[in-house]
């Protein structure tokens, strides 16, 4: 199967899962995580309508997106101090920001790019040692130090489930939807209507969960670009 195939046959089951979830399927966006593969794939993937390209290194980022100025690029990987300038440069929304010290240096590169960062905060729901993230009870510290960033806009959440058990990834995802609605409802006086409003959360073998538990974004690796899945 081709790349083509598999991503307007993955678009068209993120569709019908929308509707059988009672969700309209614009409200999620599909992106591509484009990761493991070269500027050759993604162009395939761009031509079966993919939009949306995932990097997780900076490196990626540098050598992909210029080439697809038409798609919107999403930051996912672990962020480095130094590349921080690289990835503000290239990237329209960054997943995976969970240090305070990163988000000071993200502000500092953005307003010295005359732009404002989108971002999400990544939250370890699961409380995996081998995850990173914020534990649930840092999210707010973290928003609070970010609603003082004017060039930092966080439009909502990230996580990853663990791997294996789509019930305990369910419960994962409907748990950051949960810490969702509690924050949002406790900063009332935020009135864009882009503020902590993603949840960026499903991939490849439980894209479905996340789905079925509110995600507004799902990255999916795999599923699309590579042979051997499924
Ligand atoms: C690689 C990656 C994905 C995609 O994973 P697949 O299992 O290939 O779909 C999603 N999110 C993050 C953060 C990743 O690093």
Known sequence: ??????????????EKAC???????REVTFVAVSKTVGPDEVAQAFSAGAR???????????????????????FIGNIQSRRIG????HADLVHS???ARHAD???????????????????????????SGLAPDEVEGMLEHCLGLANLRVCGFMTMAPQGDQSVARASFEGLRELRDRLKTAHPA???????????????????????????IVRIGRAVFDDAFE
């Open 1 to 14: 199967m081709s790349i083509q195939t598999r991503y307007g046959s993955l678009a068209d089951r993120i």
């Open 19 to 25: 509707l059988s979830a009672g969700r309209d399927p």
């Open 52 to 74: 949306n390209f995932g990097e997780n290194r900076p490196e990626g980022l540098l050598e992909k997106s210029p080439r697809f100025n038409d798609a919107t690029w999403h």
């Open 86 to 89: 690289d990835i503000v440069a």
């Open 97 to 99: 920001l969970y240090q």
């Open 105 to 131: 240096k993200i502000d500092a590169a953005a307003r010295e790019a005359g732009k404002v960062q989108d971002v999400l905060l990544e939250v370890n729901v699961s409380g995996e040692a081998s995850k």
């Open 190 to 216: 935020c009135d864009d209507p882009r503020f902590m409003h993603d949840l960026s959360m499903g991939m490849s073998e439980d894209w479905r969960e996340g789905i079925a538990a509110g995600a507004t």
